[in-house]
């Protein structure tokens, strides 16, 4: 069965310091993996999408990694704010049917 | 702007009743998407549609119905709600399958 496994399930960060999370997957045939931002009573917003010959995938502070050999991803923030404040979601998509495999995310809270 | 959106935001229903949530998208995408979330739980396919008349099972999909009459819209209708069907539902739309899908800003259902 595909399962996308995220750590931590959650976490605390003062405002402008960096963090980072991660993502275990088992989803076969692997196709793209993404991030998303989920904001407090709202829907995900993609971050980011890499597939397998990519391993490094920017957008603004948010830098994702991918090692399609070990099956983990993770997501770094770089100089944290308080609008950082959400739950980021790793999908997994996988070859032939393009079905999703969600996480559970991972709640960041931002303190001033 | 292009965009998805969903009503009601917030719906409280009786055991039994019959419940439809309502989701409409402009991008004019083929692909539309059901899920529901749930605290320690990744997002769970409900339904999905590939087009016009196409309508297809995800994985928890019992006690859910969809029809896709036009491109626009696919209603997702709870035949008989339980209180496990209480959750938080989210619709999305993507181009082509494998392309990132956009999420709706999700309805908040609550069975009593």
């Known amino acids: 069965k595909n399962q996308v496994e995220q750590s931590p399930q959650s976490l605390i960060i003062l405002e402008g310091k960096n963090c980072t999370l991660q993502c275990n997957y088992t989803v076969s045939p692997f196709s793209n993996l993404r991030w998303y931002k989920q904001d407090t009573g709202r829907g995900p917003v993609s971050l980011t999408i890499m597939t397998f010959s990519e391993n490094t995938k920017s957008n603004g502070r948010y830098t994702a990694t991918l090692d399609a050999d070990t099956k983990q991803s993770s997501l770094h923030i770089t100089a944290s704010q308080l609008s950082d404040s959400a739950s980021y979601i790793c999908?997994?998509?996988?070859?032939?049917?393009?079905?999703?495999?969600f996480g559970a995310g991972t709640t960041v809270t931002v303190r001033a | 702007d292009a965009e998805i959106t969903q009503s009601p935001r917030h719906k409280i229903t009786e055991t039994g009743r019959q419940v439809t949530l309502a989701c409409h998208q402009t991008w004019n995408h083929n692909n539309m998407f059901w899920y529901r979330q749930d605290l320690g739980h990744g997002l769970r396919l409900i339904h999905y549609?590939?087009?016009?008349?196409?309508?297809n099972k995800g994985e928890v999909s019992d006690g859910y119905s969809v029809s896709r009459s036009n491109t626009e819209d696919l209603p997702l209708t709870l035949e008989s709600a339980a209180s496990s069907q209480t959750s938080v539902y989210f619709c999305?739309?993507?181009?082509?399958?494998?392309?990132?899908?956009?999420f709706g800003p999700g309805t908040r259902l609550t069975v009593l």
């Open positions: 999305a739309s993507s181009e082509s399958l494998g392309d990132t899908q956009y």
């Open positions: 999908v997994v998509s996988a070859m032939h049917d393009y079905k999703l495999s």
């Open positions: 549609s590939y087009g016009v008349q196409d309508t």
